[in-house]
Nanobody, 113 residues
């Protein structure tokens, strides 16, 4: 069964950190570019970070550059989020982009004091 399962979301205070994980199964992980998206209430889904198939290159939205880091290993993609701000509050989705497009179910991140 092809699937992506995110974990690691939660409630954190401004300035804090969280690490999201996305475990892949049912497909050849190394054949896919991996992305993290987010969607805040009332807003469109936004691309946050991308990592290439071999992990050699990464791309970030300007809003998270210098604070977030995307990485991958054998079957998992991660998003390390530091210096979190209230505007980072959103549902975060993992996406695998290749010959097919695969989405996870999302994990809620709330940044609030």
């Amino acid at each position: 069964q092809v699937q992506l399962v995110e974990s690691g979301g939660g409630l954190v205070q401004p300035g804090g950190s969280l690490r999201l994980s996305c475990a892949a199964s049912g497909f050849t992980f190394s054949d896919f570019v991996m992305n993290w998206y987010r969607q805040a209430p009332g807003k469109e889904r936004e691309l946050v970070a991308t990592i290439t198939r071999a992990g050699g290159s990464t791309i970030y939205a300007d809003s998270v550059k210098g604070r977030f880091t995307i990485s991958r290993d054998k079957n998992t993609v991660y998003l390390q989020m530091n210096i979190l701000k209230p505007e980072d509050t959103a549902i975060y989705y993992c996406n695998a982009n290749g010959r097919i497009n695969i989405w996870g179910q999302g994990t809620q991140v709330t940044v609030s004091s």
